[in-house]
């Protein structure tokens, strides 16, 4: 009831499902308890260390705070593979706790000195919560279920800003640092909410929590510095990440400089100052936080990855300028302010989001190294060059020409990494299955296997039947003497007027005969030449009528008769016998004719062949004819393929055997079908265009025409989907309901095969077939995928039919689609 | 080649030895002396080709003329003792479903004597 209640009151702001919500409120008041108490303890450490030491104590503080975040980094590792996430997260909150504690009690009464502590102390403090928070995020929630709460957590955090401040700037002037008693009663808070995520995460379902480290990742979740470090090194992607990191993190020291420099010449007194800083945080943070909740997802969505990375340098560039040209408080306010709400916003989102394609192991490992050293070196880094440039006495406008180089590094580096992202996510899934065809005929000769199964099967049946057999199978270079034994193995049925019985040799291979007493290619001449013969034409014509005068009792007859005119000249008159045997009764003569016709290739056959594809017992064997024919067949079949009074069965059998042929033509005669109004054979050409394209993936298919065919099934799907949902569940609509759901099914797979004629065919497959049956998280991949190669015109139609959501939901965004979608 | 012609229960008997092949045919061929045969009224022929050591396409297509023309004239022409090889050819190409072959001449000649 309450949680009912809860997710409804969630799922009003945050994309929450049904069993989430407690554990989203959890993360999100973690994170508020997080930044709450550190917007105040960063007020304090900013005014009292300028009221000390004025500006130029800034850089040597940077440092400081680079230097012990190394030490801390190293020691923190070496905890982390030791004890539990959890341990490690409540011990060290426990630690600032105390270590806070000590602070409050000795700032009334000792020197400037401690204030030089309280900063590094302060930064190495949020290092380390931040990254506590954001590995309890990753723990718990997959890269996409990330994704969608990444802006509700964030909100958190931002809203906690808010407070922390707006508590500095009433209570500074009152109660100046007794506020970091505040601070350490929300951290205890903290703890509590902590311990909760944790006993919540312990009872989720085994699917639901991340992948298992493999094997060789025995113990990843327990991470050194070191190993860290490598991981980052070997991977040209983290390695982009993690500059991009430090650029921006060199940018924003550079700016903080700035900003805290023009507030301590315009801004006199302590107490003032901790004020302003508290305002300005909490100001800062709304604007943040209405960032966040209004415009992130939206530009993220409506912009995708790769052109909202650029927002960020480009702002700050613009800011950076007008710093340079006018160096006031003002300037400093808009330049602090849009660099620190962008990179609690925006930044943050889309850092997030470039880790999706990193596995959650490497991940893990990653963020140690980059979150919690590079980016404090890049500070030392800055902390030097800031070093050097006071040392000169040179303004602020030279420090935003510094800021304005590195963001220059930092376009070119966004630039570089929205390639890789894309590339990288497609290494990231896997192809499941190829197709069932593909796969026979790729460890198959079905030809060569067919043909030792007949020339077995001959040898029960006549001895000239057996020989035009094994003369066929000699043509094959790479018989095995396997196969040659089989064969050769001589049948009861046969004995009466085999080879071997006419010469008394009882047992004698008829295989070895032919390879010990004839060259093969001398053989096949002499056939030739002699079947080329006019007088072995008039014989056998003469043979012929009187064979195919009889009816059923001389099949075999007919069927030796279809076999040898396979061997002769396609425009000997011979040849002509052969379409009255394609259409024989018998399938068996049938199949020996449609053999033959294929190995003749004449465009008169073609027509015979297309009727034979109604009959189940010759279909098989006439499309493997037509494919033998090849272009030649193409506009025969196209013709009869767009009859719509033909055989509806035949008809599809020529859209299979179109599949085979490979050619621009064939990819034009079924695109017309399928653009035609109304079609029959939708599934059957989307079949084969898809495999034509498999096979031949430079083919260019007419997008315009594959793209409406796209909208018209998302219709069909997304209308379907509504009235499978809306249909009474009375049990007389049980067949219906079957009906409704394969529709549904084939609509789906087209789709996706639409979708790879005209985007990478490997990419769409890889996608479909982890959607269908991967892991959650693989899914995860796939949709991201799609979500980053599709374009915007197609991508908001194909992405409702996949995510995850409600019926309630989906009805109402089918519905919403359906008015949008192309006429 | 070189043919032999001996006569038996009024069956003309070739018994032909040597190669049958182009181009050791001189003036005369297997069909030119069939067609003889058959225009001195022996329509029942019996190639015996026992000596035979080899025959190219060229030499099935004179056998298969001399077919034609003993068919033509209502006769018939039978084969016997043919090679193993020769036995091959003639299934390849279906003409043991044409000619009627016999192991042995008695055999052959047996069944001429049925007609």
Same mark, same amino acid.
């Given at each position: 009831m309450l949680k009912n209640k809860l997710y409804n009151l969630l799922a009003r702001v945050v994309k929450v499902r049904k069993g989430e919500e407690t554990i989203t409120l959890l993360i999100f008041s973690y994170f508020f308890l997080i930044t709450a108490p550190y917007t105040i303890i960063k007020a304090l450490r900013n005014s009292e260390l300028l009221d000390a030491y004025g500006e130029k104590a800034l850089p040597p503080a940077y440092l400081l705070t680079a230097i012990l975040t190394g030490f801390v980094v190293v020691l923190h590792s070496k905890f982390q593979v030791r004890i539990s996430k959890q341990l490690l997260i409540i011990s060290s909150m426990i630690f600032f706790i105390l270590t806070g504690m000590l602070f409050w009690l000795f700032f009334p009464s000792t020197g400037d000195w401690l204030r030089l502590v309280y900063w590094p102390w302060a930064n190495i403090l949020v290092v380390v919560l931040m990254t506590h928070f954001w590995i309890t995020v990753n723990e718990i929630f997959n890269p996409r279920e990330a994704r969608r709460l990444i802006g509700f957590f964030g909100s958190g955090g931002l809203l906690g800003g808010v407070f922390g401040g707006l508590l500095v700037k009433l209570l500074a002037e009152v109660i100046s640092t007794h506020l970091l008693l505040f601070a350490f009663g929300m951290f205890i808070a903290c703890i509590f909410v902590i311990r909760a995520i944790f006993s919540y995460a312990e009872k989720l379902p085994q699917y639901d929590k991340p992948e298992k480290p493999k094997k060789e990742f025995p113990n990843t979740h327990k991470v050194g510095f070191i190993d860290s470090y490598h991981s980052v090194r070997k991977s040209q992607y983290l390695v982009l990440i993690a500059l991009v990191v430090t650029v921006s993190m060199i940018v924003s020291t550079s700016i903080d400089f700035q900003f805290n420099a023009l507030v301590n010449d315009t801004i006199k007194g302590k107490d003032n100052m901790t004020a302003f800083y508290g305002l300005f945080y909490s100001l800062l943070m709304l604007f943040a936080f209405f960032l966040q909740l209004l415009m992130t997802s939206n530009l993220i969505k409506r912009f995708g990855i790769k052109i909202t990375l650029f927002l960020s340098p480009l702002i700050l560039f613009i800011g950076s300028i007008g710093i340079a040209a006018a160096p006031l408080l003002g300037m400093a306010i808009f330049l602090k302010g849009s660099e620190k709400s962008l990179s609690l916003s925006l930044n943050q989102s889309i850092r997030e989001i470039l880790y999706i394609p990193v596995s959650p192991e490497l991940k893990f490992k990653a963020k140690v190294f980059i979150d919690m050293f590079l980016n404090r070196f890049a500070k030392g880094i800055c902390a030097i060059l800031l070093l050097i440039l006071t040392y000169f006495d040179l303004g602020i406008s030279y420090i935003s020409i510094l800021s304005i180089v590195f963001l220059g590094i930092w376009v070119m580096l966004n630039l570089k990494i929205s390639l890789e992202y894309v590339s990288i996510l497609k290494e990231n899934i896997k192809i499941k299955w190829v197709s069932g065809d593909k796969a026979v005929s790729d460890k198959l000769d079905i030809d060569y296997t067919k043909l030792v199964f007949d020339t077995l099967e001959s040898k029960k049946q006549s001895s000239v039947l057996y020989a035009l057999h094994v003369f066929d199978l000699l043509q094959h270079e790479n018989l095995s003497p396997e196969v040659k034994q089989v064969i050769s193995q001589k049948s009861d049925a046969l004995k009466a007027f085999s080879i071997g019985d006419m010469f008394g040799a009882e047992g004698t291979s008829v295989i070895s005969e032919f390879e010990e007493d004839f060259d093969k290619e001398v053989l096949k001449t002499d056939i030739n030449e002699i079947m080329s013969l006019d007088a072995y034409q008039k014989v056998m014509k003469i043979h012929a009528d009187k064979v195919l005068e009889k009816s059923k009792e001389s099949e075999i007859e007919k069927m030796e008769l279809a076999k040898a005119i396979g061997l002769m000249d396609p425009d000997s008159p011979m040849a002509d016998k052969l379409e009255t045997l394609i259409n024989d009764d018998s399938p068996e003569v049938a199949r020996y004719a449609i053999e033959s016709a294929a190995k003749l290739k004449q465009e008169k056959f073609i027509p015979a062949l297309i009727h034979r594809l109604g009959n189940p017992l010759t279909r098989g064997d006439a499309i493997s004819a037509l494919n033998k024919f090849g272009p030649t067949a193409i506009a025969t079949m196209g013709k009869f393929m767009g009859d719509? #009074? #033909?055989?509806l069965k035949k008809r599809k059998a020529v859209v299979e055997v179109l599949a085979n042929i490979h050619s621009k033509e064939t990819v034009d005669i079924l695109l017309n079908e399928l653009d035609k109004r109304r079609s029959d054979l939708v599934t059957e050409v989307i079949n084969s265009l898809d495999k034509i394209r498999s096979e031949k993936p430079n083919i260019h298919f007419r997008t315009r025409v594959v793209k409406r065919k796209t909208f018209l099934l998302i219709k069909k799907y997304c209308r379907i989907f509504i009235e499978l949902q809306e249909l009474s569940p009375a049990k007389k609509n049980k067949e219906l309901r079957e009906k409704m759901r394969k529709e549904l099914s084939i609509s789906f797979i087209n789709i996706f095969k639409l979708l790879g004629l005209y985007y990478p065919h490997v990419d769409i497959v890889k996608a479909y077939q982890n959607i269908k049956t991967g892991t959650k998280h693989s899914i995860a991949y796939a949709i991201e995928l799609l979500d980053n190669i599709l374009k915007k015109d197609i991508r908001d139609f194909v992405l409702p039919l996949i995510e995850e959501h409600s019926q309630p939901y989906k009805i109402k965004k089918f519905h919403q689609l359906l008015k949008i979608l192309p006429k | 080649m070189e043919i032999d012609l001996r006569k038996k229960d009024n069956i003309v008997i070739f018994d032909i030895k040597g190669e049958i092949r182009r181009s050791d045919m001189?003036?005369?061929s297997l069909h030119n002396i069939v067609k003889e045969q058959l225009d001195s009224d022996n329509s029942r022929i019996l190639l015996n080709l026992k000596k035979v050591e080899f025959i190219d396409s060229f030499g099935v297509g004179e056998i298969l003329a001399s077919f034609i023309s003993t068919q033509d004239i209502g006769g018939k022409l039978k084969l016997t003792q043919i090679s193993k090889k020769l036995h091959v050819v003639f299934e390849i190409t279906m003409l043991t479903k044409v000619f009627e072959i016999f192991k042995d001449e008695n055999s052959a000649l047996e069944s001429f004597s049925k007609e």
């Open positions: 719509s #009074k #033909k055989d | 001189g003036n005369v």
